[in-house]
């Protein structure tokens, strides 16, 4: 009976990865859509994440065709679902736009990535 304890550690592994790799939190969708094309142009930029947010290291950043920033530095996770977080947007000419977000769930893992969105005339 010696080697219930290596198997108690075994399972508590194999329990405990499953877990954490479902724990993440990454882009499940966003407003405006990845990739999408849109009119009028938004007011602000809103992700739908997977996991809950730790506003420590959460961030979303806009930018223009060029690289300027565009958002108006106001990242919020939304009080009431910590899944959601926004920015609001500078009045923006019709072009193509960069999404970077970062995010970082309550256990601490990073994730991050971008997209893009294009602004039509009208
Ligand atoms: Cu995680």
């Given at each position: 009976m010696?080697?219930?304890?290596?198997?108690?550690a075994?399972?508590l592994?194999?329990l405990?990865?499953?877990?954490?790799?479902?724990?993440?939190?990454?882009?499940?969708?966003?407003?405006p859509?990845?990739?999408?094309h849109?009119?009028?142009?938004p007011?602000?930029?809103?992700?739908?994440?997977?996991?809950h947010?730790?506003?420590a290291g959460s961030n979303?950043?806009?930018?223009?065709?060029t690289g300027?920033q565009?958002?108006?530095g106001?990242?919020?996770?939304?009080?009431?679902d910590?899944?959601?977080?926004?920015?609001?947007?500078?009045?923006?000419p019709?072009g193509?736009?960069t999404?970077?977000w970062?995010?970082?769930?309550?256990?601490?893992h990073?994730?991050?990535g971008?997209?893009t969105?294009?602004?039509e005339?009208?």
């Amino acid at each position: 009976m010696k080697a219930i304890p290596y198997q108690w550690a075994a399972l508590l592994i194999a329990l405990l990865i499953p877990v954490c790799a479902n724990a993440h939190a990454f882009l499940d969708h966003a407003e405006p859509r990845v990739g999408s094309h849109v009119s009028p142009a938004p007011l602000q930029v809103k992700i739908w994440f997977t996991d809950h947010l730790d506003p420590a290291g959460s961030n979303i950043r806009v930018a223009d065709a060029t690289g300027k920033q565009v958002d108006r530095g106001d990242v919020q996770i939304d009080p009431n679902d910590t899944t959601i977080m926004s920015v609001s947007l500078t009045a923006l000419p019709p072009g193509q736009y960069t999404v970077t977000w970062h995010a970082r769930c309550p256990q601490g893992h990073n994730t991050r990535g971008t997209f893009t969105f294009n602004v039509e005339t009208n």
